[in-house]
């Protein structure tokens, strides 16, 4: 089993820039496929980015492509999300998700751990 930390969230206005961690502690992280989801208030929690196990491999939603990359450091356990060009519709609670294996997903069932969120919030 693994745990999932999130953090860096905050205020920005728009056009800034946050980067956003997931530290995940318990088992070793280099074999789960990890994946950043949001959920706005309101609103079903969304598909964001997602990395492969091996890091080789990135998706995004058509939303934040572009704007955000996702990357990981599995010598510090943690994957990140550079957020750039940020714009008030990406105002949401940021969540990190975990499976482990090679398969990546974009919709929440395909994953089984999930950190406690962080929030963004972009102001105009």
């Known amino acids: 089993q693994v745990q999932l930390v999130e953090s860096g969230g905050g205020l920005v206005q728009v056009g800034g820039s946050l980067r956003l961690s997931c530290a995940a502690s318990g088992r070793t992280f280099s074999s789960y496929a990890v994946a950043w989801f949001r959920q706005a208030p309101g609103k079903e929690r969304e598909f964001v980015a997602a990395?492969?196990?091996?890091?080789?491999?990135?998706y995004y939603s058509d939303s934040v492509r572009g704007r955000f990359t996702i990357s990981r450091e599995d010598a510090k356990n943690t994957v990140y999300l550079q957020m750039n060009s940020l714009k008030p519709e990406d105002t949401a609670v940021y969540y990190c998700a975990a499976r482990e294996g090679p398969q990546v997903g974009a919709t929440t069932l395909q994953y089984d751990y999930w950190g406690q969120g962080t929030q963004v919030t972009v102001s105009s």
């Open positions: 990395i492969s196990w091996s890091g080789g491999s990135t």
